[in-house]
């Protein structure tokens, strides 16, 4: 297993850790996808995999319903999908992923945890050589399609890593091959759990318990708020 995988097993971010957290979440990315791609899931492929991230996670119809409403309806703001960069306590690099309907009010929000918490806020675009920009295909496996083989066949539509976790498959691409992967998984009659991106640090820097206090002080704080989708950072967890 690579390193994408060992990130991923090795980061337990709170910001999954309540149903709530959950259903705002996808109905955010349910929203934003509805602006972009329509509301039909027939013609919207990430809407399509949303919904059934929907169903995989037990988030009610209704749920669905208004996200896709809200995105239609002209008297809602729009959800803006914005990130923002920094560095934390003893030198953590820390990528913050939100949606929000007022910018302003976020951008002054994360950067005062940043300040509060020993942290910086840095400019756009910052930390884009400590990351890797993928996306994550969890898939339910199929009979009669061993592990090496299906590595073999996705090579070409742009996963470069193919790993077991508990009863799925994790399937790790190329940002921009997210939609060529999607297709070859749906026309292949593979059931998809989720599709989400991650930004996988090509290096986890290690830190003595107290410092990794400091640091996790930042990184809750920063996922206690609404408009934050996505926490990444370099820190090596226990």
């Known amino acids: 297993m690579g390193r994408a995988f060992e990130y991923r097993k090795a980061t337990k971010l709170k910001r999954w850790g309540n149903m709530a957290r959950v259903f705002t979440k996808l109905g955010k990315q349910i929203t934003i996808a509805v602006k972009e791609g329509g509301a039909d899931p027939d ?36 959800y803006k999908e914005m990130v923002y960069e920094g560095y934390g306590p003893n030198g953590i690099a820390i990528v913050v992923e939100t949606a929000t309907d007022n910018p302003t009010r976020t951008v002054a929000n994360v950067r005062s945890y940043f300040n509060k918490f020993g942290g910086s806020l840095g400019t756009s675009g910052s930390l884009q050589f400590i990351f890797d920009h993928k ?38 691409g190329d940002f921009a091959s997210y939609a060529s992967i999607q297709k070859h998984l749906e026309e292949g009659g593979f059931e998809i759990f989720s599709a989400e991106f991650e930004r996988i ?27 934050v989708q996505n926490v990444f950072h370099n820190m090596l967890e226990d």
């Open 135 to 172: 996306c994550v295909f969890k898939i339910a496996p199929k009979d009669g399609v061993a592990l090496d083989d299906l590595e073999l066949e996705l090579i070409d539509y742009g996963v470069d890593e193919v790993a077991e976790d508990d009863d799925a498959i994790i399937l790790y």
């Open 43 to 78: 013609t919207n492929p990430r809407l399509r995999v949303l919904i059934q991230q929907a169903k995989k996670e037990n988030m009610p119809k209704e749920n669905v319903e208004r996200a896709i409403k809200k995105a239609t309806s002209k008297d809602e703001a729009d």
């Open 201 to 227: 640090p090509h290096d986890l820097k290690t830190l003595d318990e107290e410092q990794r206090a400091q640091v996790s002080k930042l990184l809750e704080k920063i996922e206690d708020d609404e408009d």
